[in-house]
């Protein structure tokens, strides 16, 4: 039993709570990005934008989904900016939690009844 609990909280490297910002000004820098993603939380660190991309990492879950939530389409530097999560490692802020913890629990009961049951 102990296995699953710990399973399930592996999810993406604790503290890795980070969302992609696109469609920035290409004056924009790090700075100013971080100023404006502060609005919705405790920003941990802002990247470099990049052709229009910046990263943003947020210090805990409830803020990056509040930035999901409240910062796409806002005005940075006159432009609309999207908000959006980052795709890959990371990307599944505690959706692969759930299933994770479903699985491996299914896993352990089915093979230790079968190995009972054939001896």
Known sequence: GGG???GGKGGKGGGNFKITVTNLDSTVTWKELKDHMRKAGDVRHAGDPRQGVG?????NLPDAENA??????????GRPIFV???????????????????????????????????E
């Open 4 to 6: 699953m609990g710990m």
């Open 55 to 59: 990263e943003v990492d947020y210090t």
């Open 68 to 77: 999901l939530r409240i910062m796409n389409n806002t005005q940075l530097n």
């Open 84 to 118: 959006q999560r980052v795709d890959g490692p990371g990307g599944g802020m505690g959706m692969g939690a759930g299933g994770g913890r479903g699985l491996s629990g299914g896993a352990g009961k089915g093979k230790g009844k079968g190995a009972g049951a054939g």
